[in-house]
């Protein structure tokens, strides 16, 4: 299996500009997650979702943050507009949930976001 | 609450032993993770352990967990260069949808 797949891996814009970061989960996972990850705030949840529904968005800072799934394989996340503080780097995570087992959730590389 | 707590820092000389420590607060976690984090990589998945164990070893790793203490540790033997990186400690809170809660991430610096 490919593993996770994030694209872009970097992505510069400007402030005010909207941004789309997308995510591929590994084939069979039914639970994906949206991290962001900074040398002030560490490692944040943002949201994640079981069979494609949010279960939880309780970590997406603001309402300029969305997130969808609209099917088991693609999962996107919005900025708009960007801000400067939006500078980090997100990542996506996907696991098989239910059952037994470790169920260890799989990270994809990241997208580097640079809002100047 | 849920809460996972490490230190930030460790340096080791090149070939010593590392151990990384952790502690949680959510008694009713079922696994605790430990992931590793190279420059500019994701987080990769090292190990696991069950709750219901005190001890698992995986080459140079070893995990041990203090259920009662509610502290895990990561032991590295024989440490190498390439092990320089950030360590993640996580718990798996009890529920069906895989939510882990990580720390802040240690940051393992091995030096000749």
Not at chain 2, 53 to 72: E, P
Not at chain 2, 77 to 106: H, M, V, W
Request: hydrophobic content about 30%.
């Amino acid at each position: 299996d490919a593993g996770v797949i994030q694209s872009p891996r970097h992505e510069v814009t400007e402030m005010g500009q909207e941004v789309t970061l997308r995510c591929k989960p590994i084939s069979g996972h039914n639970s994906l997650f949206w991290y962001r990850q900074t040398m002030m705030r560490g490692l944040e949840l943002l949201i994640y979702f079981n069979n494609n529904v949010p279960i939880d968005d309780s970590g997406m800072p603001e309402d300029r943050f969305s997130a969808k799934m609209p099917n088991a394989s693609f999962s996107t996340l919005k900025i708009q507009p960007s801000e400067p503080r939006d500078s980090a780097v997100y990542f996506c995570a996907s696991s098989r949930a239910g059952g037994q087992g470790s169920r260890e959730q799989y990270f994809g590389p990241g997208t580097r976001l640079t809002v100047t | 609450g849920e809460d996972v707590e490490q230190s930030l820092f460790l340096s080791v000389r090149e070939g010593d032993s590392s151990v990384i420590n952790c502690t949680y607060t959510d008694s009713s976690s079922t696994y605790l993770y430990w992931y590793k984090q190279e420059p500019g990589a994701g987080l990769q998945l090292l190990t696991y352990i069950f709750s219901n164990m005190d001890m698992k070893q995986d080459q140079r790793l070893t995990v041990l967990l203090n259920k009662k203490d509610k502290h895990l540790s990561l032991r590295i033997a024989d440490t190498q260069t390439g092990d320089s990186a950030i360590y993640f400690c996580a718990e798996r809170l009890p529920g069906g949808y895989n939510k882990l809660i990580f720390g802040a991430g240690t940051r393992l610096a091995v030096h000749p």
